[in-house]
């Protein structure tokens, strides 16, 4: 217990799935927690929920492709808190997959802007205040999409890649600084957006399929391989890609 005792963190995408998991856990280890979400009244719960057990918590309303609403966050966190150590880039997108010609360039730069773009901001919006206090931790959620491309989800595939390389670039930036900067690539997992897979027998096989494992994740184990890069048990690990996949990419 107490892993990120004294730290303070910023989880975007915190009103459910992995990003709601981590919160908890952050929490739970210590940390006082900026979550961030696009769903007001949904975040409002999760941040009830943390504060009921003790955890020291600020919910903020986010859109995580705007510039001035990055500012506000990071303000904010710095009234309640004080500092800034860590940023979990968590918030994410997908639309409905399907033929390459049936995709729109809105719905395109829109994956583009949420998955991606918004990383940017992130660590643009965060990166002075940690190289003040002389070290902080940036996670940047990828996926196993960032090694393997499927043809069906062209504008998903390329945001999480460019958070691959993305994350390289910032950690070669910023190494000197004491910033540390990786990527986290889970496979499928469940979560409220995935959890719909097991109602069919379809969905069934593709999980049991997809990995050696035969199974989804859990967000626990998601949000575990995050904590570690939090953490200062990783504190020489900076620029490299946490695969948690069950095997899938190994194949």
Do not use: C
């Not at 739970?28 to 975040?43: F, M, Q, R, S, Y």
């Amino acid at each position: 217990m107490e892993r990120l005792k004294n730290k303070v963190a910023i989880i975007t995408g915190g009103a459910s799935g992995i990003g709601k998991v981590t919160a908890r856990l952050f929490a739970a280890e210590g940390a006082a927690v900026v979550i961030t979400d696009i769903n007001e009244p949904k975040l409002k719960l999760v941040a009830e929920e943390i504060a009921a057990f003790g955890g020291k918590i600020l919910a903020v309303k986010q859109d995580v492709t705007s510039e001035y609403d990055w500012m506000v966050v990071v303000q904010s966190a710095l009234d309640e808190f004080g500092r800034i150590d860590i940023l979990f880039n968590n918030a994410g997108i997908e639309i409905k997959s399907g033929k390459w010609a049936d995709i729109s360039l809105e719905d395109f730069q829109r994956i583009l802007n949420v998955n991606l773009v918004s990383q940017f901001l992130g660590i643009k919006a965060v990166a002075n205040e940690m190289i003040s206090n002389g070290k902080g931790s940036i996670i940047n959620m990828s996926s196993t999409a960032g090694f393997i491309a499927t043809k069906a989800h062209p504008a998903y595939t390329a945001s999480k890649g460019g958070s691959r390389l993305l994350t390289k670039a910032a950690a070669k930036e910023y190494a000197a600084s004491g910033l540390r900067v990786n990527s986290i690539h889970p496979g499928i997992t469940l979560t409220e957006l995935t959890i719909g897979l097991m109602d069919s027998e379809e969905g069934r096989k593709y999980l049991n399929s997809s990995n050696p494992m035969q199974r989804a994740a859990t967000g626990d184990e998601i949000a575990n391989a995050v904590l570690f890069l939090a953490s200062d048990e990783s504190s020489f690990v900076t620029g490299t890609e946490l695969v948690v996949d069950g095997g899938q990419i190994s194949v």
